[in-house]
């Protein structure tokens, strides 16, 4: 909910935020992933669905964060001297 309203902010520091937010929720995916997925005591659970829609989830989140449709406005500088 967090990541969907910071893309929707027109400003470059929710866009940062974003794009850090994501990446530590990536991190976390793929830590959950190789927790539910690997074998433990001679026992191998089945990666269903879900898992795979989690990562999938995550790269689509972070891939949207790395390219924000932002509109910067061009400044002119003054030459004061």
Do not use: E, H
Not at 16 to 21: D, E, K
Not at 52 to 77: E, H, I, Q, R, W
């Amino acid at each position: 909910m967090l990541v969907f309203i910071l893309m929707l902010l027109p400003k470059v520091w929710a866009k940062r935020t974003n794009l850090f937010i994501c990446a530590f929720t990536i991190a976390y995916a793929i830590k959950t992933f190789t927790l539910f997925s690997s074998c433990y005591n001679n026992y191998c659970p089945q990666k269903l669905f879900g898992l795979y829609l989690m990562l999938g989830c995550t790269v689509v989140m972070l891939t949207a964060s790395v390219f924000p449709n932002v509109k910067l406005s061009d400044k002119k500088t003054v030459n004061r001297g």
